[in-house]
């Protein structure tokens, strides 16, 4: 199966800008979703496809793709955004269709 | 409200079954594959397994294959995940999700393409394997 790899960690001053990464092979083939996980909660889906929000996700929350690489922005950091944030994919690398997650970024907002 | 409801998890010792349950609400369940996805203590999220809509098409991570099985019953809008031959690394939060599939059709000649998310999470059922 494929994987998709994360910064396990990231800091960004309030206010400031910050991009996450997500890195592998099956964004060659499938757009990425984001999600953003608060300690004791489920996630929440915050980005997906090209770059779209669910509704009540503020615009500060953006995505995008280049290749195998697709990264999560924030603009305009608060320090409600400090959570851990996951991307996933659809994965066909094997005899099936499943998922894959990446291993999740901590972000930390000064 | 859209809502998905886990139920089921408990202590059960190491080689032992356990059968989730996940009831939807709010949307039309028959409609939509579901997933579950676990996370194990302060780590990160794992997908388990997916089902489609009307139940032909159900696959499995590798670690939880022929150990697990998948099911739902579009009748009682429930999703179920029978856990057998529990292991101490099943320990986790299970998860179920709903997963979307919006078809994007450009402007020809651009191909279509597909965008694959879950945007509809439970709160969990925690499963503890331990002697």
């Known amino acids: 199966s494929s994987e998709l790899t994360q910064d396990p960690a990231v800091s960004v001053a309030l206010g400031q800008t910050v991009r996450i990464t997500c890195q592998g092979d099956?964004?060659?083939?499938?757009?990425a979703s984001w999600y953003q996980q608060k300690p004791g909660q489920a996630p929440v889906l915050v980005i997906y496809g090209k770059n779209n929000r669910p509704s009540g996700i503020p615009d500060r929350f953006s995505g995008s793709s280049s290749g195998n690489t697709a990264s999560l922005t924030i603009t305009g950091a608060q320090a409600e955004d400090e959570a851990d944030y996951y991307c996933?994919?659809?994965?066909?690398?094997?005899?099936?269709?499943?998922?894959?997650f990446g291993g999740g970024t901590k972000l930390t907002v000064l | 409200e859209v809502q998905l409801v886990e139920s089921g998890g408990g202590l059960v010792k190491p080689g032992g079954s356990l059968r989730l349950s996940c009831a939807a609400s709010?949307?039309?369940?028959?409609?939509?594959?579901m997933n579950w996805v676990r996370q194990a203590p302060g780590k990160g999220l794992e997908w388990v397994s997916s089902?489609?809509?009307?139940?032909?098409?159900?696959y499995y991570a590798d670690s939880v294959k022929g150990r697990f099985t998948i099911s739902r019953d579009n009748a009682k809008n429930s999703l179920y995940l029978q856990m057998n031959s529990l292991r101490a690394e099943d320990t986790a939060v299970y998860y179920c999700?709903?997963?979307?599939?919006?078809?994007?059709?450009?402007?020809?000649?651009?191909?279509?393409?597909?965008?694959?998310?879950?945007?509809?999470w439970g709160k969990g059922t925690t499963v503890t394997v331990s002697s």
């Open positions: 999700a709903r997963e979307e599939l919006i078809v994007v059709v450009p402007a020809a000649p651009s191909p279509s393409y597909y965008y694959y998310y879950m945007d509809v």
């Open positions: 709010g949307f039309t369940f028959s409609s939509y594959s």
């Open positions: 099956s964004l060659r083939s499938y757009y």
């Open positions: 996933n994919s659809r994965d066909s690398s094997g005899n099936h269709l499943g998922w894959v």
């Open positions: 089902i489609s809509s009307s139940s032909s098409y159900i």
